[in-house]
Nanobody, 125 residues
Framework: QVQLVESGGGSVQAGDSLRLSCAASGGTFSSYVMGWFRQAPGKEREFVAAIFWSGDSALYADSVKGRFTISRDNAKNTVYLQMNSLKPEDTAVYYC??????????????????WGQGTQVTVSS
């Protein structure tokens, strides 16, 4: 049993920055691939970023490359998403997720077995 709790969302203007945090409890955090997904109103959930066990390898959606950075602190059981140069199209509920097995596709939501409740990010023009 793994519980994930996101925090750090808020309402900002275009060009601003936010850092999301996801605190994990239960299980062994360092054993999980951790991912961030987002879902805007009326749209499907989409992949944002993922980070592997050692923290030195990561995947990003094309839409956030160069602007977002995913990181993890295994000692604190926490994964972060640093979001810079935010755009209105980044507005969504952001979800943290944990994958317990090996792939095959960490860009896909079905690879993740545990999900947080989400945190709202709103970016205005």
């Amino acid at each position: 049993q793994v519980q994930l709790v996101e925090s750090g969302g808020g309402s900002v203007q275009a060009g601003d920055s936010l850092r999301l945090s996801c605190a994990a409890s239960g299980g062994t955090f360092s054993s999980y691939v951790m991912g961030w997904f987002r879902q805007a109103p009326g749209k499907e959930r989409e992949f944002v970023a993922a980070i592997f066990w050692s923290g030195d390898s990561a995947l990003y959606a094309d839409s956030v490359k160069g602007r977002f950075t995913i990181s993890r602190d295994n000692a604190k059981n926490t994964v972060y998403l640093q979001m810079n140069s935010l755009k209105p199209e980044d507005t969504a509920v952001y979800y943290c997720a944990a994958a317990l097995g090996r792939g095959p596709n960490y860009r896909a939501s079905y690879s993740y077995g545990y999900w947080g409740q989400g945190t709202q990010v709103t970016v205005s023009s």
